[in-house]
């Protein structure tokens, strides 16, 4: 279902990624992500699946591995799309800051962001 952004890292760069955010627990048909609002967060889900919907209609799923809120970070833009928790999730939450010096701490990661939001067009 989901390419793990993880992927493409090394065990001390996946450690290092994990470490720089926020571990939490979010319910079941929680939003942390809204369409239209500005970019100040991004999380990795590590367990549990979101819908990702634009003006309401369901344009994909994702589940652990995946990034979610990175491409308006990285494209300077508001989100394009609604992030709805399908299922519980735990994720690592990371502010728009602490997002782009990672990026740049682990260029590996970095990449993956970046390729990331290209895939999914501008906002997220």
């Known amino acids: 279902m989901t390419d793990s952004i ?12 994990l470490a720089a955010g926020t571990p939490l627990t979010l319910p079941q048909g929680w939003s942390p992500i809204a369409e239209s609002t500005p970019a100040d967060k991004a999380y990795l889900i590590t367990e549990g699946e979101v819908s990702v919907r634009r003006h309401g209609t369901e344009v994909a799923t994702l589940g652990p591995g995946a990034v979610v809120g990175e491409a308006a970070i990285v ?27 990672l990026a740049e701490e682990v260029p590996a990661f970095g990449e993956a962001l970046r390729a990331a939001a290209a895939g999914r067009g501008a906002g997220g």
Not at 6 to 17: K, Y
Not at 75 to 101: I, K, M, Q, Y
């Open 6 to 17: 993880l992927d493409s890292l090394d065990p001390a760069e996946r450690r290092t990624v």
């Open 75 to 101: 494209n300077r833009t508001l989100r394009s799309a609604t992030v709805v928790a399908l299922t519980p999730l735990r994720v690592v939450h990371f502010t728009s800051e602490r997002l782009s010096a």
